[in-house]
């Protein structure tokens, strides 16, 4: 377990997630004061991801549950396994018979059986979905509960008892109480608005895209071959291109692939033909693609215009 | 410290940011484990607590340097500016302020705390004066002194002119006292400077203590005045946050959307899942399981009179599906006037504001002609009526307002026998409906629902009978 907020950032960073104090200091709260905390923030910045960084660096498994519309209890809960409660059934049925045996009456017949029930309503036949699986690990674990704004107002309303007490009641056995509380993390793209009850229970993360200089660690530290001059390129072209009114704006996990993608093709600083070529790997719309144009002219333009300087710079280098 | 965040999170609820008991009692526990002697780990730790939307960020940081941080912000900028000014070195400026007290010492008289204070530049002691001060005023205003702002009481209540007959007085000495030292000059101008700086500081510790009480207007209330305030006096202001106000209205819709989705009552026996479910009585189906029913997205077409009559409401309507275009499995536009043309294209291309522009500017059809719904309605069943289906629907935007030309109510009528649903928004009031050119009697009975939608909140409502 973290010990200081310092200890997050390096832990996380051993994980090659960059992240700042503030970030730092909220994974620190919810890991020491034992509370879920949701993550918001516009897609592909690194929400997902630091649920899984921060299960790798407390080396303690992660249990994922993506949520959609139409998730109910049975798929992130728990469900009877009934083909194998039959199945015992089927198998036991001799043994059941010698049971029933000494039964005279129906009734007292009945009896012996209500006596067994619990043997067929037990963790034995629970089939522990994600949540379940959670709270009745042995060890500590890492709950992601990805994109929550996806699910239905009623799920939600049913996580509250999970994320607050850390217990689940099945009507059959009773309250299962978590043997560890899990550190949950709960991301949301916005797409519907918590309830304030659940964001009562929870700490508030908001993500945003780093700042230039952390963009460009997080190139350089992602893309291993990836040259200082492109990765500052790059970053001053995304957040030129971030202001733009796009239909989807370009995120991290986006210009990384597309980093990767200048990197293959061993480009060392970028010339139009070429940004013209891979820019689908950063747009996904024609719109936005047509409108990033102008955008990348003027930065082209500009770049021309500072480079005779660094041109010849180079020159002298070379004689 | 306990107190002083209680009181942050009252200010932080006057301000409209919803703070719960259980998120106070999740500050403090927050607060034991990280102390408060980092200022940064300080201000992450109630965000994360306190805070729960992402539209309270903004509010919450400017809150906290109001409050925690008072007016040290801007007195590290007024001695940055004077250093500046000067032309003096951090250390230099700090010899400036021991001549200035040893000076101080010698000067005949008493001078007031504030005086001292300020020239000292005792910042502890400056900003306690001045929000005392500023509290009493804010708590206890007495109505006589309405006649004068808060600005003016404030400079009576700290006694500002007594505060510059002392600069004076120290001045005086100062130049009776040496008559060429250079150092001295410093100080002068200092003196002068800082006699505006407390005006600066004052003005500054007005604004925060009444941000701090929730005096000043908060968007939310600007917000929902907005909602009730008819599209026609919109002023380019009103337009502007309207924006803000259709995402909002998108996005309710997408909520509404994306919550339903219930098991339907009828549908297709579902073979397998009843199988499964059925396990439990030994294979027997006691319970049928059915299909779930397909969320059908509705397909919309909107036309949207676009003549100058209901400009204002036309270009809200605009944005407004604009905004919802991808909710829907297909919309397609109209505009018209006297001519109906399709902006679906123009819509898909471009972002919201130039396509909206575009279609108001006359590009696709010549919007100084006087409206002519009949003859309009005419061409779209002649070009467009086969596009309609059983899925399909049709929004139809404008006053009615015909202009004594044909009403060609006939085409309403058929539309409505195909289509699913025919609504008629009129931005005009229901009570003038039927004076004058307007054909709304005529026109209404063929649609499902003709509303006036004359403010967004009316919107709100008709809003929920479109969805699906």
Redesign the interface.
């Known amino acids: 377990m973290f010990q200081s907020?310092d200890e997050v950032i390096s832990g996380l960073g051993k994980q090659n997630y960059l992240c700042n104090?503030?970030v730092a200091?909220?994974v620190?709260?919810g890991t020491?004061?034992q509370?879920p905390i949701?993550v918001?923030?516009p897609a592909g910045v690194g929400k997902t991801e630091l649920g899984k960084v921060l299960a790798e660096s407390l080396g303690m498994e992660l249990i994922r549950l993506q949520c959609y519309?139409?998730l109910d209890e049975a798929k992130a809960l728990y469900e009877?396994e009934?083909?194998k409660?039959?199945l015992y059934t089927q198998i036991l049925k001799d043994k059941i018979g010698e049971v029933l045996q000494g039964a005279k009456t129906l009734k007292e017949a009945v009896d012996y059986v209500a006596k067994q029930d619990g043997v067929f309503f037990s963790d034995r036949f629970l089939l522990p979905r994600p949540l379940l699986r959670a709270l009745l690990s042995d060890q500590q674990v890492v709950l992601l509960i990805d994109e929550i704004d996806?699910s239905?107002?009623e799920f939600e309303a049913f996580l509250l008892e999970v994320l607050s007490d850390f217990q689940i009641t099945v009507p059959e056995i009773g309250t299962l109480k978590a043997k560890h509380v899990p550190l949950v993390v709960l991301t949301s793209n916005?797409?519907?608005?918590m309830s304030?009850a659940l964001?009562?229970r929870?700490?508030?993360?908001?993500l945003d895209f780093p700042e230039a200089e952390r963009e460009k660690e997080i190139i350089t530290l992602k893309v291993p071959g990836v040259g200082s001059k492109l990765a500052d390129e790059v970053v001053r072209l995304l957040h030129r291109l971030r202001k733009l009114?796009l239909k989807k704006t370009p995120s991290i996990s986006e210009s990384l692939d597309w980093v990767r993608a200048l990197t293959l093709l061993n480009i060392k600083e970028l010339d139009h033909e070429l940004v013209d070529q891979t820019m689908s790997a950063l747009m996904k719309y024609e719109?936005d693609i047509r409108?990033a144009h102008q955008e990348l002219k003027s930065f082209l333009a500009e770049k021309q215009a500072q480079r005779p300087a660094a041109g010849g710079g180079e020159k002298d280098h070379l004689h | 410290m306990q107190s002083r965040v209680i009181e942050f999170a009252n200010v932080l609820r006057r301000n409209g940011i919803?703070v719960?008991l259980?998120?106070n009692m999740?500050a403090f526990?927050?607060l034991e484990?990280?102390g408060i002697g980092d200022q940064?780990?300080f201000?992450?730790?109630l965000?994360?607590?306190l805070?729960?939307?992402?539209g309270d960020?903004q509010p919450f940081d400017e809150l906290f340097d109001y409050f925690f941080l008072g007016i040290g912000q801007a007195l590290d900028a007024l001695d940055r500016k004077i250093m500046d000014d000067l032309g003096l070195t951090p250390e230099q400026f700090q010899q400036m302020l021991e001549q200035i007290q040893k000076l101080l010492k010698e000067m005949a008289g008493e001078l007031s705390e504030l005086t001292r204070a300020l020239l000292q530049n005792n910042r502890a002691e400056l900003e306690r004066l001045l929000r005392e001060a500023v509290e009493q005023e804010m708590n206890g205003g007495t109505p006589e002194s309405l006649r004068h702002t808060p600005y003016t009481r404030m400079m009576m209540r700290l006694r500002l002119e007594r505060v510059q007959s002392e600069i004076e007085r120290f001045r005086g000495m100062l130049q009776m006292l040496a008559q060429s030292g250079e150092a001295l000059q410093d100080v002068m101008r200092y003196l002068d400077e800082r006699m505006r700086d407390l005006n600066r500081l004052l003005r500054e510790i007005i604004q925060q203590e009444q941000r701090k009480q929730g005096v000043e207007p908060r968007d939310n209330q600007q917000r929902s005045a907005l909602a009730d305030k008819s599209f026609s006096f919109y002023t380019e202001d009103d337009i502007r946050r309207m924006n803000d106000a259709v995402a909002r209205l998108a996005?309710r819709l997408?909520?509404r959307l994306?919550?339903r989705?219930k098991k339907a009552v009828r549908g297709r026996f579902n073979v397998k899942e009843t199988l499964?479910k059925n396990?439990?009585y030994?294979g027997v189906p006691f319970q049928i399981q059915l299909d779930?029913r397909k969320k059908t997205k509705p397909q919309v077409m909107v036309l949207c009179d676009i003549s100058d009559s209901v400009l204002n409401a036309s270009r809200f309507m605009l944005q407004f599906v604009y905004s919802v275009q991808d909710l829907y499995a297909k919309v397609r536009s109209f505009v018209f006037v006297a001519e109906i043309g399709e902006v679906t294209k123009l819509f898909?291309?471009?972002?919201?504001s130039t396509a909206v522009e575009t279609a108001l500017k006359g590009d696709v059809i010549d919007v100084f002609s006087h409206s002519n719904f009949g003859r309009a309605f005419e061409q779209f069943h002649r070009n467009f009526f086969p596009a309609i289906t059983s899925k399909t629907t049709v929004l139809i935007i404008g006053d009615g307002r015909n202009n004594y030309n044909r009403p060609a109510d006939w085409v309403l009528r058929e539309v409505r026998r195909k289509a699913k649903q025919l609504i008629w928004l009129n931005p005009e009031s229901r009570m003038t409906w039927g004076i004058g050119d307007s054909e709304m009697p005529r026109y209404a009975p063929h649609c499902h629902v003709a509303e006036e939608c004359r403010s967004i909140s009316q919107l709100y409502k008709i809003v929920d009978l479109i969805t699906p």
């Open positions: 907020v104090k503030s200091t909220v620190y709260l020491r004061l509370k949701l918001e923030g519309e139409g009877w009934y083909a409660q039959l996806k239905d107002a916005n797409s519907r608005e304030d964001k009562r929870c700490l508030h993360l908001y009114d719109a409108k | 919803r719960s259980s998120e999740d526990r927050a484990l990280l940064q780990l201000r992450s730790a965000r994360a607590t805070v729960k939307r992402t960020i996005q997408k909520n994306s919550v989705r499964r396990l439990q030994g779930r898909e291309d471009n972002d919201i």
